[in-house]
């Protein structure tokens, strides 16, 4: 049974940091991206951070210079440590895993972020 089990959610104040974590396990096939994507009361999923299978990473504009991914393989993990949040970033946090072989994506549950003013 694959699952994707997100932790690492909670309320902070607008400038604080919260750090994401994400683990999957009963993916029999290497894993190539992994990704963070959230959702936002109202709007669609977009896109947050991914990296790939040897590391290299890209981010959402809104994100750059603030989070931060990175992933252990060995674990088959994904890590979202985010700074400076703000007003904006409010929402579900999802973690994907993408097997692209077999053209599966894999998710999480979601977990919540939530940032006072």
């Known amino acids: 049974q694959v699952q994707l089990v997100e932790s690492g959610g909670g309320l902070v104040q607008a400038g604080g940091s919260l750090g994401l974590s994400c683990a999957a396990s009963?993916?029999?096939?290497?894993?190539?991206?992994m990704s963070w994507y959230r959702q936002a009361p109202g709007k669609q999923r977009e896109l947050v951070a991914t990296?790939?299978?040897?590391?290299?990473?890209s981010y959402a504009d809104s994100v750059k210079g603030r989070f931060t991914i990175s992933r252990d393989n060995a674990k088959s993990a994904v890590y979202l440590p985010m700074n400076s949040l703000k007003p904006e970033d409010p929402a579900v946090y999802y973690c994907?895993?993408?097997?692209?072989?077999?053209?599966?994506?894999?998710w999480g549950q979601g977990t919540q972020v939530t940032v006072s003013s």
């Open positions: 994907n895993a993408r097997v692209a072989w077999i053209c599966v994506d894999y």
């Open positions: 009963g993916i029999i096939f290497p894993i190539n991206d």
């Open positions: 990296i790939t299978s040897g590391g290299s990473t």
